[in-house]
C-alpha cells in the first residue's frame, strides 16, 4: 500500500533552516510528482510546490521562492523539503502529499498524504 | 494567484440531515476542484476531484457539483465521522499555483 512518512518533529530558532523528509514506498516514487502543503496551527491548508522525482524539477510557489528548495533521492524513494531564514510565522506542520497521476507538469489534486512533520520556530 | 472563498465558515448540522458546502473561485478554473476532509490530528483526505469524481473509497452520501467559478459539495445524510473540516482547493494549470479555500467546518448541531 502507499504509504509516505515523514520526519519527526523539528524545533528551531529564527533564522535558521529547516529539511523534512519524506519517504516514499508502495510505487513507484519516480513516476508521481510530490508537493509540500504547510499548516500553521488553527489554520487552513498553504501550499509550498512540488517536485518532479524524475526530472528533479520544481515549481514553487511565489510567497515562498527564494526561501524553499525542494529535492529527492530516487535511490531511496524520498523527498526533501528545506526552508531557510525560518520565522516564527514558518511555524507550522508540514505535508508532502502525492499527485495523482497527470500528464507532464499538468496539476492534478493529491490522493496521498504523509502524516505531517511540526516545526516550531522560537528563540 | 487564485482566490479560493469557502462559504460558510461553520456549518452546524444535526446527524442524518444534508451539509452543502460552497467554494468559490475568483477566477475560472474549469473543472479542476477537489474537496478534502480533514480531522483534529490528521492529514487531510481526498473526497472529490475534477469537481464531481469521487475518489476511491469514499461513500456514495458525498457528491460535488458545478464548474467554471461556483462549486458544491453535498454530504446527503451527516453520519458522526463526517464532522470535520472541508476544504476545496484548485488546480488549474494558469497560473500554475494551487490554492486551498480557507475551509467550512461541519459540527454537530
Known amino acids: 500500500q502507499v504509504q509516505l512518512v515523514q520526519s519527526g518533529a523539528e524545533v528551531k530558532k529564527p533564522g535558521a533552516s529547516v529539511k523534512v523528509s519524506c519517504k516514499a514506498s508502495g510505487y513507484t516514487f519516480t513516476g508521481y510528482y510530490m508537493h509540500w502543503v504547510r499548516q500553521a496551527p488553527g489554520q487552513g491548508l498553504e501550499w509550498m510546490g512540488w517536485?518532479?522525482?524524475?526530472?528533479?524539477?520544481?515549481n514553487y510557489a511565489q510567497k515562498f521562492q527564494g526561501r524553499v528548495t525542494m529535492t529527492r533521492d530516487t535511490s531511496i524513494s524520498t523527498a526533501y523539503m528545506e526552508l531557510s531564514r525560518l520565522r516564527s510565522d514558518d511555524t507550522a506542520v508540514y505535508y508532502c502529499a502525492r499527485s495523482m497521476p497527470g500528464d507532464g507538469d499538468i496539476l492534478t489534486p493529491f490522493d496521498y498524504w504523509g502524516q505531517g512533520t511540526l516545526v516550531t520556530v522560537s528563540s | 494567484e487564485i482566490v479560493m472563498t469557502q462559504s460558510p465558515a461553520t456549518l452546524s448540522v444535526s446527524p442524518g440531515e444534508r451539509a452543502t458546502l460552497s467554494c468559490r473561485a475568483s477566477q475560472s478554473v474549469s473543472s479542476n476542484l477537489a474537496w478534502y476532509q480533514q480531522k483534529p490530528g490528521q492529514a487531510p483526505r481526498l473526497l472529490i476531484y475534477g469537481a464531481s469524481t469521487r475518489a476511491t473509497g469514499i461513500p456514495a452520501r458525498f457528491s460535488g457539483s458545478g464548474s467554471g467559478t461556483e462549486f458544491t459539495l453535498t454530504i446527503s445524510s451527516l453520519q458522526s465521522e463526517d464532522f470535520a473540516v472541508y476544504y476545496c482547493q484548485q488546480y488549474n494549470n494558469w497560473p500554475p499555483e494551487l490554492t486551498f479555500g480557507g475551509g467550512t467546518k461541519v459540527e454537530i448541531k
Open positions: 517536485i518532479n522525482p524524475n526530472s528533479g524539477g520544481t
